[in-house]
T-cell receptor
């Protein structure tokens, strides 16, 4: 499986600021995704990061709040904009080698964000 | 119909015992069912996965049982060990889709 790294691993931010999270994969992958895991909760898909085009957002998530970039097949960024305490969560990058069924998704270690 | 319902919310098992976690789904378009294991401070790790054309898949001490007619699947951890203490998530993926839908998670504690 691909080795996935995320930066930063954790951060404490002030309300109203923005944070950009990086996801780096050690090999080219077809699909990259961003998830949110609120404290003690399950994982919720924020968006699919598309290489060379705008990300595809899930219901309840918008580009102005969570802008995403994917300049190539091994790297993506997620920005959490104008943060509030409700944005305190773990943000996870995941990757998949293909499109459709039976394509395993692997997760990075996550970025633990606390907003004061 | 997008939901995957997971139970129990938490589970305590004695060392050497069998841990059983259950999941159910409604959407028959789901056709890939992975289980993830997550330790505190870590990202979820893919543990084992099954497709609906088989009723059981075993990898070491971990077994998935799948009941297509009942739209249910379960994870069995045989000879549970303290190192298995973690949160377990079931998930489902739709055919030709990319969105994993996760269950709520089960916190497993194996007592030594």
């Amino acid at each position: 499986s691909a080795v996935i790294s995320q930066k930063p691993s954790r951060d404490i931010c002030q309300r109203g600021t923005s944070l950009t999270i990086q996801c780096q994969v050690d090999s080219q992958v077809t699909m990259m995704f961003w998830y949110r895991q609120q404290p003690g909760q399950s994982l919720t898909l924020i968006a699919t990061a598309n290489q060379g085009s705008e990300a595809t957002y899930e219901s309840g998530f918008v580009i102005d709040k969570f802008p995403i970039s994917r300049p190539n097949l091994t790297f993506s960024t997620l920005t959490v904009s104008n943060m509030s305490p409700e944005d305190s969560s773990i943000y996870l990058c995941s990757v998949s080698s293909g499109v459709g069924s039976y394509n395993e998704q692997f997760f990075g270690p996550g970025t633990r964000l606390t907003v004061l | 119909q997008q939901q995957v319902k997971q139970s129990p919310q938490s589970l305590i098992v004695q060392k050497g015992g069998i841990s059983i976690i259950n999941c159910a789904y409604e959407n028959t378009a789901f056709d890939y069912f992975p289980w993830y294991q997550q330790f505190p401070g870590k990202g979820p790790a893919l543990l084992i996965a099954i497709r609906p054309d088989v009723s059981e898949k075993k990898e070491g001490r971990f077994t998935i049982s799948f009941n297509k007619s009942a739209k249910q699947f379960s994870l069995h951890i045989m000879d549970s060990q303290p190192g298995d203490s973690a949160t377990y998530f079931c998930a489902a993926l739709m055919e030709y889709g990319n969105k994993l839908v996760f269950g709520a998670g089960t916190i497993l504690r194996v007592k030594s």
